[in-house]
């Protein structure tokens, strides 16, 4: 009946934003690896330029 099926629309909606949350820390992640990589590179510069 309809009471199911907008039961299914709520359930999706909760697991698209356990998804989104998921996901949004795997980027957070590696934007803080990348942040990382990035100093060591511009160290490495530094480094070889003066």
């Keep these: 009946g309809p009471l199911g099926s907008r039961r ?4 999706d ?9 998921v996901q949004n820390r795997v980027y957070k992640k590696e934007i ?3 942040d990382a990589e990035i100093r060591k590179l511009e160290r490495l510069l530094e480094s070889g330029l003066t």
């Design 8 to 11: 299914f629309v709520v359930d």
């Design 32 to 34: 803080q690896a990348l």
């Design 13 to 21: 909606r909760r697991e698209l934003q356990y998804r989104v949350e």
